[in-house]
């Protein structure tokens, strides 16, 4: 998802030159073409991830459209103050991004792990949360950050996350998008877990089981026009790779309590209220949290039953 | 300096001295330390127009040491940019006048501030975004000396001089004291210049009380190209009125009425 982000701001900042990249010292040639086409506009903030939101907002302020990149923890929780009140408060169209989001980078452990940025962006006041499912939701989402005159985070994987779409979806921000209607289950991912959801479809497809598919790359405004279907399903799903607290399925949770009458039968995927230490690739820390197919399948069908 | 920028001066810290007392509104030593600094830079050199707030190629103020909101609502005020008395509903309910300046701040003010450590880096990317855009302002940050704790403050020194933001000016407002103490103790702040000056900024140092010497480092033509620049202004905290300078219970102390009387006439401002 890193290389079609950049290769999507290239193609926007080179019609606009009201957009610009800071980033914090990664990327080793992620930027090369950018910085072919807007050098003046590609811009290294050090390893200051705390100056780099703050800068956005006094570019923001002077009429520039900033994207400020690095690696999830350090775009969201090293500066969290910063996002407050630089760019939330101040409301600043700012697109904070996020790469390596979730489980992305677990062989480089809890440092680079991130379970808490969708709880701590989406509690801000302003701020849009948007977790694209792969690069093709990515490319279609991107251009779309320009018509939003709030500050956005957007949560990125790393490279090479399975597609979910032969092509660029046609899928609007804050709109959910259904990628397989069905009646039974409802399986609302955000983010890389719809993957994982395409899976389980599969399998309760061939178990009979009808299975409707949605992703919802969009946690802030969720979309509550398509939430008013909920109480249709006999089983309602949330898939994130995040923390079960605070993040997307908390959100789908309390938009339940606050505004939904109809009783739902939810079930929370995510990651539990612990770190994963010792090293893990991706898949094996998905495994060892529960995150994987084999291990929510039975929850699905215990929740059908039940 | 002239009899009417005394008076006008005299005025600001008479206002500042009597909201405190009137809205009960604290940090009123860490307002009148700054008068000078932001009289030299509203009255005398920034590019401004106060009839037209938001005029795009004017300079721009941006407040570190937010608690000090006073006196940028004060001088704000006797600049022009509103009648002066509105600055009395200072901390009032509903006043854009906040103790903090926030979202919706009086015309002229340029930045929410209350945090410690923003001002630096916001008007470090505004300098930059004006490099980007060729657009011809300067960009002027106050922090105060106990403010420099924070180390986003020094992320922004260094990548000041390292982008050649020669529009760029930093103003220290080094009144020794912070909250609870001597800012000398609590943290290694001296040798201020020297710190700065190996950030790879321009410097120099004056009397941050002094209307003249101020503005002889701050006007325009005196910046060195490819440099940022960081006045460090020497004050006092509680400048200008004797009972409270350089004793910190006025970072919290409300004044009486007798203590604002006592002021005027000290400022002149009665008989």
């Not at chain 1, 996020?98 to 680079?112: E, F, I, V």
């Not at chain 1, 320009?146 to 790393?158: A, D, E």
């Not at chain 2, 002229?108 to 923003?118: A, F, K, P, T």
Request: with cysteine.
């Amino acid at each position: 998802m890193r290389n079609k982000f950049a290769q999507c701001l290239t193609n926007m900042a080179s019609e606009n030159d009201k957009i610009c990249l800071l980033y914090a010292d990664i990327g080793n040639r992620l930027f090369d073409k950018l910085k072919a086409v807007a050098p003046e506009r590609a811009i290294n903030a050090g390893i200051a991830e705390a100056n780099m939101a703050t800068m956005a907002s006094g570019m923001a302020n002077l009429g520039m459209r900033p994207f400020i990149y690095t690696i999830t923890p350090f775009t969201t929780a090293r500066n969290f103050e910063q996002i407050k009140i630089d760019l939330a408060y101040a409301d600043m169209p700012v697109v904070i991004v996020g790469t390596g989001s979730g489980l992305s980078y677990a062989n480089l452990g809890p440092t680079h792990h991130s379970f808490e940025d969708i709880a701590l962006m989406r509690v801000l006041p302003n701020m849009q949360v948007v977790c694209p499912a792969d690069s093709l939701e990515l490319e279609a989402l991107m251009p779309q950050m320009l018509t939003v005159n709030h500050p956005t985070y957007l949560r990125i994987g790393k490279k090479n996350e399975p597609l979910n779409y032969e092509e660029v979806p046609d899928i609007q921000l804050g709109k959910a998008h259904v990628l397989k209607e069905g009646s039974s289950v409802l399986l609302l991912c955000t983010g890389t877990a719809l993957h994982l959801g395409g899976k389980l479809h599969q399998a309760l497809e061939e178990k009979g089981i009808s299975a409707e598919l949605t992703s919802m790359h969009t946690v802030k405004p969720l979309d509550t026009d398509y939430l008013q279907k909920l109480a249709d399903f006999d089983v309602v799903v949330t898939l994130e790779e995040h923390s079960l607290i605070g993040g997307f399925g908390s959100a789908i949770g309390e938009w339940i309590i606050d505004h939904y009458s109809k009783p739902v039968n939810l079930l929370r995927c995510g990651i539990p209220d612990a770190f994963i230490d010792k090293v893990h690739d991706p898949d094996s820390a998905r495994k060892r949290i529960g995150l994987t197919e084999a291990a929510i399948l039975p929850k699905i069908l215990a929740k059908l039953e039940g | 300096m002239s009899a009417d920028v005394a008076e006008t001066i005299a005025k600001i810290r008479q206002q500042l001295v009597a909201v405190s007392n009137q809205n009960k509104v604290p940090h009123l030593a860490c307002s009148l330390s700054s008068v000078e600094i932001l009289y030299t830079l509203y009255f005398k050199v920034m590019n401004i127009r106060p009839d037209e707030p938001d005029w795009a190629p004017r300079d721009r103020f941006l407040l570190g040491k937010g608690h000090a909101a006073a006196v940028l609502y004060s001088v704000l005020g006797y600049r022009g940019y509103y009648p002066p008395e509105q600055t009395m509903t200072l901390g009032q309910n509903d006043s854009a006048f906040e103790e903090h300046p926030g979202k919706h701040p009086p015309a002229g003010v340029e930045n929410i501030s209350g945090s410690l450590g923003h001002a630096l880096g916001l008007a470090t990317g505004m300098a930059k975004a004006a490099k980007i855009t060729a657009s011809p302002a300067h960009f002027y940050a106050l922090v105060g000396d106990g403010e420099l704790n924070e180390g986003t403050n020094w992320e922004a020194a260094m990548f000041a001089p390292a982008h050649q933001l020669d529009n760029l000016t930093v103003i220290v407002d080094f009144n020794k004291l912070q909250g609870t103490g001597r800012s000398c103790d609590i943290m290694q702040l001296e040798d201020m210049e020297a710190k700065w000056k190996a950030f790879g900024w321009q410097t120099a140092r004056v009397n941050g009380h002094d209307v003249d010497a101020l503005y002889h480092v701050l006007k325009s033509d005196y910046i060195e190209a490819g440099k940022p620049r960081a006045i460090i202004a020497d004050t006092v905290k509680g400048g200008g009125v004797s009972f409270m300078e350089d004793d910190n219970n006025w970072h919290y102390r409300i004044p009486t009425e007798e203590e604002v009387e006592s002021v005027a006439k000290e400022l002149g401002l009665v008989n």
